[in-house]
């Protein structure tokens, strides 16, 4: 069901030294950190079978942040045998096509009407803004004294039927 135990410490390694550099390192930048961030937690999410037999699509409402750094994340990839989609999405209309959808801090004013048109349905969302995760996105990725910190709303994502790894939800702090 999920990926074996091997990938997650590369999951909690990313997410305990995002943005940490030695003198010797140039930090990488915020958004290529969290490109890597998604594109790992796309191994210990489980969507309904239903959805098993098609691409997985990752969309990202415009304006994106994360400039070429998602698309290489990407690049070529499968995860459980389905081939992942990267799309982009300038209005709300299209944004239920999509298996994860990232929510720039732009889309604030909109947040309600964005997730009330995903509730129950297969859809995880993702966003990095502060507070997203306590008014309804799935999963935040938010910034903790220079690091970047998953946090999950539990009831968001049990409303979707995709199930996310014990392992991962351990390590990340709980929004209900």
Known sequence: MFPSLNLLPALVV?????????????????????????????????WPSAEANRSLVVGVL?????????????????????PVKLRYFRGLSQIGQCDVIF??????????TILDSLKGRPIISISDSPGFASRGVTVNLAPVEGRTRLEVNLTTLKGSGVTLSPQVLKSATIVR
């Open 14 to 46: 990313l997410l305990s030294a995002a943005n940490i550099a030695t003198a010797d390192q140039v930090p990488k930048p915020e958004y290529q950190v969290k490109a890597q961030i998604i594109r790992k937690l796309l191994d210990y999410l489980d």
């Open 62 to 82: 415009e304006p994106s942040p994360f400039g070429d750094f998602l698309p290489k994340e990407l690049e070529n990839l499968v995860i459980k045998g389905r």
């Open 103 to 112: 929510l720039p801090e732009a889309s604030e004013e909109n947040l309600g």
